[in-house]
C-alpha cells in the first residue's frame, strides 16, 4: 500500500462545477503539500499544510491531522484548471516528500 | 515567490554520451535540493537529495555513479546523467528548500531527456 493515496485518479468535471480532489497519507508527518502540474511539465506548489485549512483564490485546501487526511478544492472550476494536481508530504521539516500518485483534473468547457 | 530554473528545458543526446542538468535557486539559498524523475502519466519519484557541500543520498535502486550529482554552491545543483541509454529518456525535475520556516519546496520547471 501507498504511503499516499489519492482519489480520484481521473475526474472530468464541467465548468462552473465543485471539485474535489481527497488524499490520505499512512505516516507521521509534518506538512502536506498539494501540487499542480500543467500539461507541459512544470509544477506549481498550491499549498503547504501542517494543520487547518488554506484558501487562495477558488482553491481551498484542508487538513485532518487525526484522521490523516487532506482536501483540495476547486471553486467554479474553469477549463484552465485542467491538470494534474498531486499531493506529497513531508515527515520532517524541509524533508524530501513521498508523492500520490496524482489526480488527472479535465474541465470541460 | 521564490524562483528554480533548471537547463536546459529539453535536450536530445545519443546513447552513451553524457547530459548534464543544472537546477538554480534563482532568489534563495537552498541548502537542499531532490532531484525527481517521471515517467509518462505517472508521479515523480526521488532521485536523490542533494546537500551543499556534501556527497548526495541516493534513494534505493538509484545507481549513483549513472547519476552523478553535484552541489557546488548554495544556489546550483546538477545532474549528471553519464552513459546514457534510451531508459534514461525521462522528464527531470529538481525542488530546492531554503532550509528555513516554512519549508517550503520550490520546484524547478523540469527537464525533458530523450536518448536516441
Known amino acids: 500500500k501507498n504511503e499516499v493515496e489519492q482519489s480520484p485518479q481521473n475526474l472530468t468535471a464541467q465548468e462552473g462545477e465543485f471539485i474535489t480532489i481527497n488524499c490520505s497519507y499512512s505516516?507521521?508527518?509534518?506538512?502536506l503539500h498539494w501540487l499542480q502540474q500543467h500539461p507541459g511539465g512544470g509544477i506549481v506548489s498550491l499549498f503547504m499544510?501542517?494543520?487547518g485549512k488554506k484558501k487562495h483564490g477558488r482553491l481551498i485546501a484542508t487538513i485532518n491531522i487525526q484522521e490523516k487526511h487532506s482536501s483540495l478544492h476547486i471553486t467554479a472550476s474553469h477549463p484552465r484548471d485542467s491538470a494534474v494536481y498531486i499531493c506529497?508530504?513531508?515527515?520532517?521539516?524541509?524533508?524530501?516528500?513521498?508523492f500520490g500518485t496524482g489526480t488527472r483534473l479535465a474541465v470541460r468547457p | 515567490g521564490a524562483v528554480v530554473s533548471q537547463h536546459p528545458s529539453w535536450v536530445i543526446c545519443k546513447s552513451g554520451t553524457s547530459v548534464k542538468i543544472e537546477c538554480r535557486s534563482l532568489d534563495f539559498q537552498a541548502t537542499t535540493m531532490f532531484w525527481y524523475r517521471q515517467f509518462p502519466k505517472q508521479s515523480l519519484m526521488l532521485m536523490a537529495t542533494s546537500n551543499e557541500g556534501s556527497k548526495a543520498t541516493y534513494e534505493q535502486g538509484v545507481e549513483k555513479d549513472k547519476f552523478l550529482i553535484n552541489h557546488a554552491s548554495l544556489t546550483l545543483s546538477t545532474l549528471t546523467v553519464t552513459s546514457a541509454h534510451p531508459e534514461d529518456s525521462s522528464f527531470y525535475i529538481c525542488?530546492?528548500?531554503?532550509?528555513?520556516?516554512?519549508?517550503?519546496?520550490?520546484f524547478g520547471p523540469g527537464t525533458r531527456l530523450t536518448v536516441t
Open positions: 506529497a508530504v513531508g515527515r520532517s521539516s524541509g524533508d524530501k516528500l513521498t
Open positions: 525542488s530546492a528548500n531554503p532550509g528555513s520556516l516554512p519549508y517550503e519546496q520550490y
Open positions: 499544510l501542517s494543520s
Open positions: 505516516v507521521g508527518i509534518s506538512a
